[in-house]
């Protein structure tokens, strides 16, 4: 899905010249002309980096800046003339990514995006690792499961089992899915070992096994894991 990104500048032509240099790079483009416009558009839409002029009519960048970080941690590269205290704004005071200095070259603009992008990208998948769902929280690189900060003894079927379910919410699988899926093609098991383990298995992550919250069934059909 391609990347949102809000200009926020009061000059109309470094709009237009941002717009349609980064729509060619395959960016969605968001303006602003002042900081009024820039938190409203921010507030209704799912903006992926801002880049904001520090000097707006009505409300400041730096003030927009710090309003928006109270609850997002989106990237800012600041737009700034030269001789503003860019260590000030870049700094925790204000809370921005980057900034480029006026009059900038606009493959400079697209290489900073870039990187930020690739940065920003990075830490979110390193933290796609981690599962939660309500109380339950899984991380799928070092095995390790918690119900309600307390943390959980799976047997490695039991774990891979949880594993498939968590990261495919809401998809059924019958027990002949299941077994061949966790136990591998060649397994020929009795159908009877899913329910087992997963029997086990909601005994170790349901408050109340008897009524799972987590992994259901679907009678007739297999077992899935509930969306919330």
Sequence with gaps: MAKTILIVDDEPIILKGLKFSLEQEGYNIFEALDGEQAL????????????????????????VCQR???????????????GEDMDKILGLEYGADDYMTKPFNILEVKARIKSIFRRTDSHNKQNASVIEADGLKVNLLNRNVYLNGKQLGLTSKEFDLLHLFITNIGKVYSRDDLLKIIWKSDYSGDLRTVDVHI??????????????????TKWGVGYYFKDN
């Excluded at 609850?71 to 737009?79: F, G, K, Y």
């Design 40 to 63: 409203a558009i921010f507030e209704k839409e799912k903006i992926d980096m801002i880049l904001l002029d520090v000097m707006l009519p009505n409300i400041s960048g730096t003030e």
């Design 68 to 82: 928006i970080r109270e609850n997002s941690d989106v990237p800012i590269i600041m737009l700034t003339a030269k």
């Design 199 to 216: 029997r086990r298995l909601r005994e170790k992550i349901e408050e109340f096994p008897a009524k799972p919250k987590f992994i259901l």
